[in-house]
């Protein structure tokens, strides 16, 4: 079973109704992150030492498939159904709906339909520069990243991605791998420590970008409703349902790769 079913089976409560999920998913801007995904279909060919350009315009065709916004919807929606409790949902839209809750969606909307390296750029420097003056605002951004999720969960969600599109891409005939599985995992397990440092300092820099506007006060108040065990239960969904949905259409994409790719060795 993978993390996220381990996650998705998890939840006891009596499930919400679509209406009400697909209110909930544009009030908290889960329908805006699920678009964004879209954006890390260039990332496939990059984990195959590829680039989307060498595949020609048929790349350009698959992705827009593969990665579709409204399927990707329907797919979130089905699965919060069966999963996500009425009591979570209440919760979570409540604080959504707020005044503050409103500004953090579209920063938060905007954020995740960025330009990568511009957001990465921006965030950096500001990073930096709170470092340097030793900022309090670094510790909410700190304690706002371990609310929403530890770098544990998110390597363990990358590494679970990572093997099932190559593997699947091995499968489909797209590359020829050097080592198999268990060895793969391996080494995954040796970077694991570099790897979540790295992801640490993404997520703050991109936290210190997305929330930029945003006073210390209003970060801390964000932070202390994220940390409610109702709003936990309602990211741990929905990280299991983004990850589940990405690694499913990254699987996809090592299928249709097999089409357009006559096979490379990694």
């Not at 997305?210 to 990280?239: C, G, I, R, W």
């Not at 983004?242 to 096979?263: S, T, W, Y």
Request: cysteine-free.
């Amino acid at each position: 079973m993978t993390l996220a079913a381990m996650a998705l089976t998890a939840v006891q409560a009596v499930a919400a109704d679509r209406d009400k999920v697909e209110a909930f998913l544009t009030v908290t801007g889960f329908d805006v992150a699920l678009e964004s995904i879209k954006l890390s279909a260039e990332d496939a060919p990059r984990m195959l030492g590829l680039q989307a350009e060498d595949f020609g315009a048929a790349w350009t065709l698959m992705s827009s498939d593969v990665f579709d916004v409204e399927d990707m919807q329907e797919d979130a929606t089905r699965i919060l159904e069966q999963t996500l409790s009425d009591e979570a949902l209440a919760h979570a839209a409540d604080f959504y709906a707020s005044d503050l809750g409103q500004r953090l969606v579209e920063a938060e909307n905007e954020s995740h339909l960025r330009d990568r390296e511009e957001k990465r750029e921006e965030g950096g420097r500001l990073l930096a520069q709170m470092t340097t003056e030793d900022d309090p605002r670094l510790d909410v951004l700190e304690r706002m990243l371990d609310a929403i999720g530890s770098e544990e969960q998110s390597l363990r969600a990358a590494n679970e991605l990572e093997v099932r599109f190559l593997m699947a891409a091995q499968e489909a005939g797209v590359i020829r791998l050097r080592v198999d599985e268990e060895g793969l995992r391996a080494a995954q397990a040796e970077q694991a420590e570099e790897t979540m440092q790295s992801m640490r300092l993404s997520g703050l820099a991109s936290s210190a970008a997305t929330y930029k506007s945003f006073t210390d006060e209003e970060l801390v108040e964000y932070t202390e409703a994220l940390e409610h065990p109702l709003m936990q239960e309602v990211y741990e969904l929905m990280n299991a349902v983004q990850f589940e949905i990405m690694a499913d259409r990254f699987e996809l994409v090592a299928e249709k790769l097999a089409e357009i790719n006559p096979g490379q060795e990694l």
